[in-house]
């Protein structure tokens, strides 16, 4: 007697149970073997997270899908599928609309989701998650054995329970549980978004951020700008002894420097015009917790000097005050400046800097973490799709290769703002509830890097493109931003402005390219005080 479809497939899962394999291996071969059991066009496994559902393996789905977050509140098919205790099927003609529409893999014209079947995952009495199962032929799932679902959403469970215990017995699954909570968490309670990344620059990231959490350093955050470094900061402080302290967050390049110290030690009334009333700084707001000082690179020197006493010995100063006053505050300090360029030009305290720095902290660039940007992507897909209530759209393979293939200068943050001006467009092109997929075009992404400036240089002929296309650009850039440095007098930072690019990133592409940055007259340098 043959086994049946079903048997043939548990018995593999069965034996994989006792098999060391990663957690995303256990899921993936369970989905296939649902597959196999249950032909569809795409299947997902979530995990409830409070409330929000998140894909933990999906086939058949667009990459970007596992960075999505859906919110069982916003998705009435999830909620169902999670109140019900048994299998669900939804009719093709049902109205409530789906959550995956547009992100099977399917091929143009062939978008929306038909049929569709859930099962919800109980560990321990308690609801984990869900199986969901969706294809785009209709008729798909009509005879379908729902007690073959169920019992298969039973072992999932079972293998889901195996995996976590194992995992809890590994120190990465402890880490990653911890920052799980981690991500969804800032000071007195706010919601953050989440450190999202599968890449091995990112699990790297994760590791320094748990070595480094609970201990006492001063950490020195550094990166481009737009990487996420404020991201950073908060995982540090929520992972911290200091968590249930507050953290108090000061942008140093925000404020004018007359302000800059008042704002950091507080002052007494009548300190300056305008101080009517005593006020104490941020350091005493974080006493017992964390301060952050983004771009922290702009502080005055002056300034500088006051700070570095505070990291020596905990005594501060208010403006105006002779009264010492103690505090107990961790130093969490960011910058998108090579802080050590910045001492040799004497614009930075060597002192300070090596204070700050007992443990750096490198946030890496988008362009450097691989598919991680396609899993942002779908993350601010779905964010901006519920704000702005448009349809769930998908990437096309066309967009999703562009965004593989695009440099990112801007980072994190350049691609959440094109992600929400194509939703802005797709919203105003086409009205109709009906999902559809963002093509390349959709990402405009050839505008962002076609900047048109006065005077630039003739793109290099095909002549120039013998060392392949790298070398092509950056001839390019080393003559654009020669030109440009010649126009400007050797300001690197008009020269900034000028090319739309942020200083530090101009002076990393400066050395790398091997061009000379000519050093500031003496009256564009910023006093010593």
Same mark, same amino acid.
């Given at each position: ?65 596992? *960075? ?120 007195? *309670? ?131 005050s002779d009264q010492q006053r103690h505090v107990d505050v961790r130093i969490i300090a960011a910058t998108n400046r090579d802080l050590a360029e910045e001492v040799r030009a004497g614009r930075f305290r060597a002192d300070l800097y090596h204070r700050l720095g007992a443990y750096p902290l490198h946030v890496p660039a988008l362009r450097d973490r691989g598919q991680d940007v396609l899993l942002l992507a779908g993350y601010f897909l779905e964010q901006g799709r519920i704000r702005m209530q448009v349809p769930t759209l998908g990437l096309s393979r066309a967009a999703r290769d562009a965004m593989l293939a695009y440099d990112w200068p801007g980072n994190v943050r350049e691609l959440e703002h094109l992600i929400n001006r194509a939703l802005l467009r797709a919203r105003a092109k086409d ?99």
């Amino acid at each position: 007697m043959n086994p049946s479809p079903l048997l043939t497939a548990l018995l593999p899962l069965l034996d994989d149970l006792s098999r060391d394999l990663p957690q995303a291996e256990h899921y993936r071969r369970l989905l296939l073997a649902l597959r196999s059991c249950l032909p569809c066009d795409a299947l997902a496994l979530l995990r409830l997270e409070g409330d929000l559902l998140v894909p933990v393996a999906v086939l058949g789905f667009s990459p970007d899908t596992l *960075g999505r977050r859906f919110r069982v509140a916003d998705q009435p098919r999830l909620a169902q599928i999670l109140a019900n205790q048994g299998a669900t099927r939804f009719a093709a003609d049902c109205d409530l609309p789906d959550p995956y529409d547009g992100l099977v893999e399917s091929t143009p014209g062939r978008l929306q989701v038909h049929d569709c079947l859930g099962c919800p995952l109980y560990i321990d009495d308690r609801p984990w998650g869900l199986l969901t199962l969706d294809s785009l032929d209709p008729a798909r799932f009509g005879q379908i054995d729902l007690p073959t679902l169920e019992a298969f959403t039973r072992l999932a469970a079972a293998t889901v329970k195996a995996c976590e215990r194992m995992d809890r017995l590994a120190k990465q699954a402890a880490t990653d549980r911890r920052l799980a909570e981690t991500w969804r968490q800032v000071a007195h *309670g706010t919601p953050t978004r989440e450190l999202i990344g599968a890449s091995e620059a990112h699990r790297r990231l994760l590791q320094e951020i748990e070595l480094v959490a609970k201990s006492h350093l001063t950490v020195l955050i550094t990166g481009e700008t737009g990487v996420g470094k404020e991201l950073v900061a908060q995982a540090l402080h929520q992972q911290s002894d200091r968590r249930h302290k507050p953290m108090i967050s000061l942008n140093c390049a925000a404020l004018p420097e007359s302000l800059v110290e008042s704002e950091l030690f507080g002052h007494v009334r009548g300190a300056f015009s305008g101080a009517t009333g005593a006020r104490g700084g941020k350091f005493e707001l974080a006493d017992g917790g964390t301060l952050f000082l983004d771009e922290v690179g702009e502080l005055p020197l002056t300034v500088q000097a006051k700070l570095l006493r505070v990291l020596q010995n905990g005594q501060l100063q208010r403006l105006g005050s002779d009264q010492q006053r103690h505090v107990d505050v961790r130093i969490i300090a960011a910058t998108n400046r090579d802080l050590a360029e910045e001492v040799r030009a004497g614009r930075f305290r060597a002192d300070l800097y090596h204070r700050l720095g007992a443990y750096p902290l490198h946030v890496p660039a988008l362009r450097d973490r691989g598919q991680d940007v396609l899993l942002l992507a779908g993350y601010f897909l779905e964010q901006g799709r519920i704000r702005m209530q448009v349809p769930t759209l998908g990437l096309s393979r066309a967009a999703r290769d562009a965004m593989l293939a695009y440099d990112w200068p801007g980072n994190v943050r350049e691609l959440e703002h094109l992600i929400n001006r194509a939703l802005l467009r797709a919203r105003a092109k086409d009205a109709s509830p009906s999902p559809r997929q963002l093509c390349a075009a959709d990402l405009d992404l050839a505008a962002n890097t076609s900047q048109t400036i006065v005077g630039e240089p003739a793109p290099p002929g095909p002549g120039s493109a013998h060392g392949g296309l790298r070398h092509a650009v950056d001839e390019y850039q080393r003559q654009l931003i020669e030109s440009m440095l010649a126009h400007h007098e050797g300001n690197l930072s008009a020269t900034a402005r000028a090319l739309r690019i942020d200083r530090g990133n101009l002076h990393r592409l400066t050395r790398r390219l091997g061009l000379a940055t000519p050093a500031r007259p003496p009256h564009q340098r910023r006093r010593s005080g």
